[in-house]
């Protein structure tokens, strides 16, 4: 059977597709996700529905990554449908209107913020604001929860950054906005609404929309310059498929591991591997863009925690002291974590819970990058995110740190803190020991983008089209958080299913 379309991977960007792209009942998808497929919101597991952010744990690729050098922590990306938007802390933001008028002004002008905003109000039915900025009647849900419902260390976490300074902010996803608030998050009556929940579950009756779980894609099958199907293993056995068309949708570490599989990708990389070359892209896995953090960590006091509850509800924010890019930096609050499965930060808090204010880096000028070290499907590629590379960087998150500092010593958290760890008044006036311990502590916030970037004719770097076309191969599409130029100032999951909902537009139309 040879398929109209064929998506290799079921998360943020891929789901939206399968689901947008089988509304034409004349057209045939097949969806291959790596992970499991659970079917309904009853049949998916207590640790993707709701609770705490580290369900990943259950459903994970097992990445590893090296923040800097000499270092390396997990780099936990969503193996299931819905992929990372299954296991993330579903806060919804879209990032500013700056962020994608830049993607247009690399020459990618399709990718312009009032472009994209039809898109972003498509995608989403916001229960709380209503305007021009805002939809009322897309597939994902989102709300903000109510002040009797926030945690207590988060309502602290607003009023100590209140009296910090920075100001009150009730809509994050206005385009204007900045300052302190509560996040927006696609979490309804407790239930995080991933695109599993969103786009596919609506629309698994659909005789034209096949979905199948635990399909390891190796590679695309390349005909006379054209993408005709993939080669994938499903139940011990590698099989092929064709399609009229194929889409890689499998995030920004595995969709440039495919790609490269298949032949398309640095031809040096590919001589080393024993890979024929298809298409010599070297721009495949070579930038890599990620948002990090670090912070202040603090132990609770008895009677505050609660693992059962979200650890994630409000944050912030604003633009570093002497920057000119507005809202480059976030401060997160995160409460109740459970440090047994972290036996190194156990180790180093003295306590079996902690809670952190955290500052967030959302535009780094440091770029990592992906090495592919074998053609094997089981062994994926080597990240490397080089945090801190660019000096710029490191004073931000320095500064960032200062303000933690600040807002996790304000009189709000006296009820909340029985101390903070690690950090101490003396170490806070010294630049070199918070360097230190900036290069010591920095981790993701598992924001990767930009590995397979799209760019305009002549851009020796880009390997998609503003289309999201491979360069150089017919049929084939790379449309996830890889092709970005550019990384939002924002979680990055709400950029992705706008990703998939505007490039579904496209391929209904044949293009």
Request: aromatic share 6%; proline share 7%.
């Amino acid at each position: 059977m040879e398929y109209d379309d064929i998506i290799v991977g079921g998360g943020s960007s891929g789901a939206v597709l399968a689901a947008r792209l089988s509304e034409d009942p004349e057209r045939s998808v097949l969806l291959l996700e790596a992970g499991p497929d659970y079917t309904s919101v009853e049949a998916t597991p207590d640790d993707l529905r709701s609770g705490r952010v580290n369900s990943v744990v259950n459903h994970d690729w097992g990445f590893v990554a090296r923040p800097l050098r000499g270092r390396e922590i997990p780099y936990p990306r969503g193996k299931v449908t819905g992929g990372s938007s299954a296991v993330n802390s579903a806060i919804a933001l879209r990032g500013v209107p700056e962020d994608y008028d830049e993607w247009a002004a690399m020459g990618n002008p399709e990718w312009a913020w009032l472009k994209l905003l039809p898109y972003f109000r498509k995608l989403e039915d916001d229960r709380d604001e209503r305007g021009d900025f805002h939809g009322s009647s897309g597939p994902l849900p989102i709300h903000r929860p109510d002040r009797e419902d926030v945690l207590p260390e988060h309502q602290a976490f607003v009023d100590a950054c209140l009296a910090s300074g920075l100001p009150p902010s009730r809509d994050m996803n206005d385009p204007d906005s900045t300052g302190v608030g509560i996040w927006p998050r696609n979490i309804i009556e407790d239930v995080r609404i991933s695109t599993a929940v969103a786009y596919l579950h609506p629309n698994r009756g659909r005789l034209n929309l096949t979905i199948r779980g635990g399909c390891l894609v190796h590679r695309v099958i390349v005909e006379d310059g054209r993408a005709v199907g993939v080669e994938v293993e499903s139940g011990g056995e590698v099989q092929r498929v064709y399609a009229k068309r194929v889409t890689l949708s499998a995030g920004a570490i595995v969709s440039p591991a495919i790609l490269v599989r298949s032949g398309i990708g640095p031809a040096s990389v590919l001589a080393k591997l024993g890979i024929p070359v298809t298409k010599d892209l070297p721009g495949v896995g070579a930038e890599l863009i990620d948002h990090c953090m670090m912070g202040v960590i603090a132990v609770p006091k008895p009677g505050i925690a609660d693992l059962s509850k979200w650890t994630v509800q409000a944050g912030a924010r604003y633009t570093a002291t002497g920057s000119d890019e507005r809202n480059d930096m976030q401060l997160i609050m995160t409460g109740n974590v459970d440090l047994s499965d972290y036996p190194d930060y156990l180790a180093i808090v003295g306590a079996p819970i902690m809670v952190s204010v955290l500052a967030g880096l959302q535009r780094p000028k440091s770029r990592g990058r992906l090495k592919f070290t074998s053609a094997d499907p089981n062994v994926q590629p080597r990240i490397d995110l080089d945090y801190c590379a660019e000096p710029e960087d490191l004073r931000r998150l320095v500064d960032g740190l200062r303000l933690a500092w600040q807002v996790a010593n304000q009189p709000q958290f006296a009820d909340i803190f029985e101390r903070i760890a690690i950090l101490t008044e003396e170490l806070m006036q010294s630049d070199e020991a918070l360097e230190e311990y900036v290069r010591g502590t920095v981790n993701t916030i598992y924001h990767p983008v930009a590995t397979c970037r799209m760019g305009p004719d002549g851009d020796t770097g880009a390997v998609v089209d503003q289309f999201c076309r491979v360069r150089g191969v017919e049929g084939l599409r790379v449309v996830d958080a890889s092709v970005m130029p550019g990384i939002p100032r924002a979680n990055t999951n709400l950029t992705c299913i706008m990703l998939g909902e505007r490039v579904a537009d496209w391929m209904k139309q044949g293009n």
